[in-house]
């Protein structure tokens, strides 16, 4: 294992509340990354962060906010969710932005929004 | 990132070797050609990576043509626990990490 844990691994949340991911790796990688997975898509970028308090919006950003304030920690916020933030979420890790440096995947959360 | 192509789903037997192929005719030279694979309820898995030379690991071989246009994993004896999505996906670098598409539903019979 890589040292990724994700929590809560599910969730279920009702539509217009306040919901965060947490994403924790002991591994002191500089990049963290959160992605969503819908059927029918592959995985999506959602936000990234590539330093303590340095994030950056991925593909899909619109209605989610992240913040990383250690190394160790990097958390998704969904301000108000809707139903069309059911989903499946990844958090991953790299050592470094290199082409080729691989990444390291948690093991996912599934959020239902009701 | 440029694009990959990949079937959308691939049927083989177990204990047989299994080449799963890539198209990726806008490649850039510097790109990296990666392998990822994702078991059922699970998040992405790294299998390997390469950038003009084939390459070998404990899970895996890449064979990348002389053109780098395509590629092909090799699993050389597959095993139902095989039986994933495998993604292939060209990293340029950069910090906003790696482009997903659909890949390839590898199915394996016993």
């Given at each position: 294992d890589a040292g990724i844990t994700q929590s809560p691994r599910h969730k279920v949340t009702e539509t217009g509340t306040p919901v965060t991911l947490r994403c924790h790796q002991t591994?002191?990688?500089?990049y963290m990354y959160w992605y969503r997975q819908d059927p029918g898509h592959g995985l999506r970028l959602i936000h990234y962060s590539y330093g303590v308090k340095d994030t950056d919006k991925g593909e899909?950003?619109?209605?989610y906010s992240v913040s990383r304030s250690k190394t160790e920690d990097f958390l998704l916020t969904l301000e108000s969710a809707t139903s069309s933030q059911t989903s499946v979420y990844f958090c991953a890790i790299r050592?470094?932005?290199?082409?080729n440096t691989e990444a390291f995947f948690g093991q996912g959360t599934r959020l239902t929004v009701v | 990132d440029a694009k990959t192509t990949q079937p959308n789903s691939m049927e083989s037997n177990e204990e047989e070797p299994v080449h799963l192929p890539c198209n990726?005719?806008?490649?850039?030279?510097?790109d990296y050609i990666h392998w990822y694979r994702q078991l059922p309820s699970q998040g992405p898995e790294y299998v390997i990576h390469g950038l003009t030379s084939n390459v070998n690991n404990r899970m895996a071989s890449l064979a990348i043509a002389e053109d780098r246009k395509s590629s092909t994993l090799i699993l050389h004896r597959a095993t139902l626990r095989d039986a994933a999505v495998y993604y292939c996906i060209l990293s340029g670098g950069g910090a906003d990490g790696l482009t997903f598409g659909k890949g390839t539903h590898l199915i394996i019979q016993p």
């Open positions: 591994e002191n990688h500089r899909v950003s619109d209605g050592t470094a932005d290199r082409a | 990726h005719s806008t490649i850039s030279g510097t």
